[in-house]
């Protein structure tokens, strides 16, 4: 299989990863309930985890890196620490479910920044005109959909200027571009363990700036005679026992991310998707969304054909051997921005396990698809 739904969840892990995985449920127990052995290995586990997820960030404070289940909890609880029902939100035109759904459940007055696809400054623009008023903004740093990078340094400006705390949606970024927790100056910023930072599903990350409001109350193995959450990170928002399997192979994740270095994997991601782009721009009826600008698109890439369905062209592809997604990817804001809300998109996503061979070997079978689809219609 030619694996290229990345942007969903990572196939292809460093092999240190399983092996850390079946070490930790074979020898650890959970952190802080107890000062037994695999107990204490648990608690060291995690601290490590934590250390290297700051270094690998930017961040000063190892507590201040929260453990979530996915990027969806970790923006849940920055959202509702943040929103209050009626206040001005301000996010991007290209924001997912995860940030949509929240704001809407938390009753957000939501203000969306349009601007078009793979055009910076607009966006800019259109952030530097709707902050006045807001109580806070949520932006990601790039787009599920298009791969579209945003120009997320010159927004954390914007908002610091404005006095307006940022949210950053770090799902499709983290593991691929630099994120400088100092630069950014945001209040969280969120992501998943599973994408681009290679660890197992059930893993995310909250980088927190402040305590914030816990989204969920518990045991935390800490201050128990407390009725209330502990006033102090990070024990404040990770209620319940700890995902410790996933989280140990989370840190062999990172620490494979930390030696590529986040640059060099996406700069391989991007040149391998405008390889793939140029060969199914070849392809008659084929709608490409690259952008011209090389610096402002990831190794995401979308398609339509004008004949062909979306969700038809995945399931050949499939039935081929190429993994991809279809549809509208969770994100509809992005495609109402785009204009595909009508189609969605055919979603082919790189990981720095892919080579050139099997980018190649996918546009001849996407091409193939798209034959005998059409040669079905009639």
């Not at 949606?169 to 930072?197: E, R, S, T, V």
């Not at 399931?315 to 189609?343: D, I, Y």
Request: with cysteine; hydrophobic share 45%; charged share 20%.
């Amino acid at each position: 299989m030619i694996y290229l739904d990345s942007a969903a969840t990572s196939f292809q892990k460093p092999p240190a990863v399983y092996e850390a995985v079946e070490r930790a449920m074979r020898t650890m127990a959970s952190p802080g309930r107890g000062g037994h052995e695999p107990a204490m290995l648990a608690a060291d586990l995690a601290l490590d985890c934590r250390c290297d997820a700051a270094e690998l960030f930017r961040m000063d404070a190892p507590e201040n890196v929260v453990f979530t289940f996915n990027a969806t909890h970790a923006l849940n609880i920055a959202i509702n620490s943040l929103v209050r029902p009626g206040d001005k939100v301000v996010v991007s035109g290209y924001e997912h479910n995860s940030v949509m759904r929240p704001l809407r459940l938390r009753g957000a007055n939501v203000t969306v920044a349009s601007s078009p696809l793979f055009c910076p400054a607009e966006m800019e623009a259109a952030f530097a005109a709707a902050l006045p008023g807001a109580k806070a903004a949520v932006c990601t740093v790039m787009s599920n959909v298009f791969g579209y990078i945003t120009p997320i340094d010159d927004i954390a400006e914007l908002c610091q200027k404005n006095g307006v705390p940022l949210i950053i949606d770090a799902a499709q970024g983290a593991g691929n571009m630099d994120i400088d927790w100092k630069a950014l100056a945001a209040a969280f910023i969120a992501m998943p363990g599973h994408k681009g930072l290679l660890g197992p599903q059930g893993t995310g990350l909250l980088l927190c700036a402040q305590q914030g409001m816990p989204f969920m109350a518990g045991g935390t193995g800490s201050d128990s005679k407390n009725p209330d959450m502990p006033d102090y990170l990070p024990d404040r928002m990770e209620a319940g026992t700890h995902n410790i399997s996933g989280i140990a192979g989370l840190r062999e994740g990172i620490r494979y991310v930390r030696e590529r270095r986040p640059k060099e994997i996406g700069r391989h991601e991007a040149v391998l998707m405008r390889r793939l782009a140029e060969n199914l721009r070849k392809i008659s009826g084929m709608e490409v969304f690259l952008a011209e600008n090389e610096a402002v698109q990831g190794g995401v890439l979308s398609v339509r054909h004008e004949l062909v369905g979306c969700e038809a062209l995945a399931e050949c592809l499939g039935a081929a051997g190429v993994a991809v997604r279809s549809g509208l990817h969770c994100a509809p804001c992005a495609h109402q921005t785009a204009g595909t809300t009508h189609t969605g998109t055919v979603r082919f996503s790189i990981s720095p396990f892919n080579t050139e061979e099997e980018i190649n070997q996918a546009a001849e079978i996407t091409k193939a698809c798209v034959k005998k689809l059409l040669i079905d219609r009639k």
